[in-house]
């Protein structure tokens, strides 16, 4: 009788390990399934679709886009833009290079720094710091490829895409174009798709407030309620704005960034 016990405690234990085996591999199944979606439709699946959907340059800034979603979200604001997207795309560092010094960066500089010494003047211990480089394409894709906002968006719009087209490798580029600029997410990104911020032509610029060398309100969606608007640098910075940056047009109301205003003076008015 001790042999069948010892047969019974045995075959309970294959069975349990049995259990455990097949829960792992169910779990390794839709975990590889979901890599397979974003991996496979970056090299292979929507290839022709996507390459026709994304003229130059902005296939570009896909092609260094690795995430699905990220991909989807940035292709409807390309789609959306529509012909005139080359015009807003982002300086290229050759186009950087000769705006440093010139006359037109000295004019910006010149405004800046004129609405400083008005919010230095009304507002006695702060001063404003403006990061004074062009946000280059690289920098927007980094920013794009690992920011938070984007990845909630960017999931939304996966989860709506793969729900109305599924893995369909031949997707019809017209119907997808219609798709994504119809699609209204529930939440906006903090983030233009990479080449479309006015960042990346000098035409934006973010003021935020310092004190004692260390900023207080910064370009910060965290500190909007808490900082921004809890002490008036919304305000303030507003007031200076319309003191002496004639040229400064803001802040930007979608998203709410009151530390975001773009830059049109005359010279550039015309180009965006």
Request: charged share 25%; with cysteine; aromatic share 10%.
């Amino acid at each position: 009788m001790q042999w069948i016990e010892r047969m019974r405690l045995s075959w309970m234990a294959l069975r349990k390990e049995s259990v455990s085996l097949c829960l792992f591999l169910s779990l390794f199944l839709l975990i590889a399934g979901s890599v397979n979606i974003s991996h496979s439709a970056e090299s292979r699946e929507y290839a022709a679709t996507f390459a026709e959907l994304a003229p130059p340059p902005s296939n570009e800034a896909l092609a260094q886009i690795p995430d699905l979603g990220r991909k989807l979200l940035a292709m409807r604001s390309y789609v959306r833009m529509g012909p005139k997207l080359v015009d807003r795309w982002s300086w290229t560092d050759e186009q950087i290079k000769a705006f440093e010094g010139s006359a037109e960066q000295q004019k910006l500089l010149a405004e800046i720094a004129a609405v400083n010494a008005h919010f230095v003047e009304v507002n006695p211990g702060y001063q404003i710091y403006v990061h004074g480089t062009v946000r280059s394409l690289d920098e927007q894709i980094r920013k794009w490829n690992s920011n938070e906002s984007v990845g909630e968006a960017a999931a939304e719009i996966l989860a709506s895409w793969i729900e109305a087209f599924g893995t369909n490798e031949d997707a019809d580029a017209k119907e997808t174009r219609s798709w994504l600029a119809n699609f209204r997410p529930s939440k906006r990104a903090n983030l233009a798709a990479p080449g479309l911020t006015l960042h990346g032509r000098a035409h934006a610029i973010d003021f935020q407030v310092m004190q004692n060398g260390q900023i207080i309100a910064g370009a910060n969606s965290k500190q909007i309620k808490t900082v921004w608007r809890a002490e008036s640098w919304d305000k303030k910075l507003k007031d200076s704005m319309l003191a002496a940056g004639p040229s400064f047009i803001g802040p930007l109301t979608n998203p709410d960034e009151p530390w975001h205003y773009d830059y049109k003076p005359e010279t550039l008015a015309s180009t965006d």
